[in-house]
């Protein structure tokens, strides 16, 4: 009787699962109605409403089952495994849409750079100043922040900004060659970096301590690590499908409001992030704030590491020419994030206060999406 009843409140708490699906599946049976040019707004409003909803409640119960499967495998491997599921089904989406938007060469880039954005100044600086007003001060390994910056910045400078001053071919574009070293460089650091984080310097990732200090999130799980895996890419994929659909009726709208076209792909980007913005923001709020940096630096290390070799690959088998380098003001940007990245991040301890500065950097970009 007891089993009978665990199980049905299990599947009770997983309600979001039925509602999601049914929202997906209307979705695609409708989608050519709404996403038309004659679709009224009334119309348009609903699906956005809908898929957005649906994509939420996805995500947040992927963020439940990793959290759970965190809890059960410890750091790093936990939030190992919901950076690498999600980044990998970002990246499914970003090829999706670069196989049928051959009319925008920039889309790769513009992807990568909202993401990293988002990572660095949304979630991470919103962990900060959640984790920060409940806690005052926390701590965390300051030798995996440095590990995990140092292969960002120079990553990403060489994906986002190198192109713009290469004179082989134009401008924000690579030469064959470079494209081949970007791609196998990206590859090969990426998996060093994998080895450093699960085999031989574990303890880069793990707060000293953290056993000791932090609550779980979540009372402890009966299920079995396999059940909360599989619920987790399950819930995963229907924020990547959902999220595909939310961009119908959004890009809609915003050309119907006179809206930036950017607008549409950093809205499609918040629901993408949005469990691992979730499972960040949850850790630093229970004073978890190693967790929180394993999964924000480490979801932006993995998106410039494998979603460049992806757009690359693209560029080089269908051969098209993907402008990889950024305007002169989103470099600025970008910059300027990594430069005071390096200083929060440099102590081994945060508070409200850099939280703050990094959400400012957070809404000067927000800014230049509606006045480049």
Partial sequence: M????????????????????AILIAGWLSKHAFAANGAGNSAVAIAFAGFFIGALLAAILATRHAEHLAERFGEPYGTLMLTLSAISLEIATVVTVMLHNADNPAFGRDTMFSVVMIVLNGIIGTALLVGGLRHHEQTYNLRGAKAFLSLLIPLA?????WPDFT????????????KLFLLVMSLLLYAAFMVIQTRTHTSFFIAEGEAMEQVPAHPESSHHWAFHAVLLVVYL????????????????????LGMPVALAGFAVAILVLAPEGIAAIRAARFNQMQRAMNIGLGTALSTIALTVPAVLLIDLFLGRTAVLGLSAANMMMLVLTFGVSILTLGSGRTNAMQGLVHLLLFFAYIVLLFSP
Avoid: C, D, M
Wanted: without cysteine.
């Fill in 167 to 178: 004179v082989t071919t134009g401008e924000g574009t690579l030469s064959l060659v470079q």
């Fill in 237 to 256: 994929v229907l924020v990547v499908l959902l999220a595909k659909l939310f961009a119908l009726p959004l890009e809609t709208g915003v050309t119907r």
């Fill in 157 to 161: 400078t060489l994906a986002l900004i």
């Fill in 2 to 21: 007891r089993a009978t009843a665990s199980n049905s409140a299990t599947w009770l708490g997983e309600w979001p699962l039925p509602v999601a699906l």
